[in-house]
């Protein structure tokens, strides 16, 4: 058994922009010391937690090329990625909307793609069995020609069309459990039937303007494009739920050859982007369950691929936690925050609000 995570140092060192949380600074908004949220201290706790405790011993650590122009041009047009260069060449500045980028930025974009195709690939390959990238900048924002919510390529996208090309894969399904709505990957596959796109979302949360259930793909793509918008206050047995009743039929429908996970960690209870109530009892179990499926359906073809989740203190058990159930790994970090997210957890009268949604959901994606 083994378990691929792929990583660079660089990454860590993508940055820019001039913001206060997801505010630009100026006017009456003074200047904070952390900048955006999406700051590389969440990524480098998660590694630096994986050597106190000894996880990292039990997978495979793995760095990766960066993604080629032609892998980035499948996926952006070269107008963008000219654009992008020479911006991050004359010292960074901001393309789209919030998704600022430092001198480099580009370089690093692409060695963030780089790592989300190398874990897909391997996997593909039967180099691993199954895999991790913490991939920074994230990706499932972008849209071929514009980068926003910190997202500057599309790292999954790029990693899917690249294994596509390559004969190493014919169907694909993402599953994005990011607290935020995965439009760049759903705008990129929406008329697709190949690559079934699957989203659990906050409501209205980021982007303001998609994610609804309605949006079930075009033409050929069709039925494969599944949004499934929760409340806010969702918490563990409501993410679990829409799991067993919603994702998990919807992938066996689908047969794909393999599965890829958008795992941002900000569904989290303590994430400052969202207002969810996820523990790392949640994503640990989600991925148990992901796990299963791709045994069950692809021969256990599994990649996840980091993209959001903003609590410094948290993500890194929440991503510990993930790691040990991709990997059989003991739990040697335990979380910190169980009894207090535990103790949280949403009542009677939300978690009938979450059973009506899913039912209605059922009813609209014929999974009942
Ligand atoms: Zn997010």
């Known amino acids: ?24 600074v100026g006017g009456l908004v003074q200047p904070l010391p952390g900048g955006l949220p999406e700051t590389p201290e969440t990524k480098r706790r998660l590694v630096n937690l994986m050597r106190v405790t000894g996880l990292e011993r039990h997978l495979s650590m793995r760095g990766a090329e960066p993604a080629t122009e032609e892998d980035l041009l499948r996926v952006h047009p070269g107008s963008y990625l000219r654009e992008f260069r020479e911006v991050s060449a004359q010292g960074g500045g901001e393309l789209g909307l919030r998704a600022p980028f430092g001198p480099g930025g580009y370089e690093i974009a692409a060695l963030s793609a780089g790592l989300a195709r190398a874990a897909v690939f391997d996997v593909l390959r ?3 069995n199954n895999a991790y990238a913490l991939c920074r900048p994230p990706g499932h924002h972008c849209l071929p020609e514009y980068p926003n919510g910190f997202c500057l390529l599309a790292n999954i996208a790029i990693a899917i ?13 993402v599953l994005d459990w990011d607290v935020h709505h995965g439009n760049g990957t759903e705008a990129i596959f929406y008329d697709r039937a190949d690559v079934l796109t699957i989203s659990l979302h906050q409501e209205h949360n980021y982007p303001l303007d998609s994610g609804e259930a309605a949006d079930r793909g075009a033409g050929a793509g069709l039925g494969a494009n599944m949004n499934i918008p929760l409340p806010p206050g969702t918490g563990h047995r409501g993410y679990l739920a829409a799991f067993e009743r919603l994702v998990a039929p919807a992938l066996k429908g689908f047969r794909p050859d393999a599965i890829i996970v958008a795992c941002g960690f900000d569904a989290s209870a303590v994430d400052p982007l969202s207002r969810m109530l996820a523990g790392a009892q949640t994503f640990r179990e989600m991925t148990a369950h992901s796990r299963a499926l791709a045994e069950d359906l692809c021969g256990g073809r599994l ?7 903003y609590s ?18 003991p739990v040697t970090a335990p979380d910190p925050l169980a009894e207090t997210i535990n103790a949280r957890q949403p009542g009677p009268c939300h978690d009938r609000m979450v059973e009506n949604l899913i039912s209605d959901l059922e009813d609209l994606f014929g999974s009942a």
């Not at 058994?1 to 630009?24: I, K, Q, S, V």
């Open 312 to 329: 410094e203190v948290h993500v890194p058990f929440c991503g510990h936690a993930v790691l040990e159930a991709l990997s059989d790994a």
């Open 1 to 24: 058994m083994t378990t691929g995570f792929y990583w660079d140092e660089r990454c860590f060192w993508h940055g820019g922009g001039n913001y206060a949380m997801t505010l630009p």
């Open 126 to 128: 039967g180099q691993v």
């Open 303 to 309: 990649a996840l691929v980091h993209e959001g989740g």
């Open 161 to 173: 069309e690249a294994a596509l090309d390559e004969g190493l894969a014919e169907r694909i399904a």
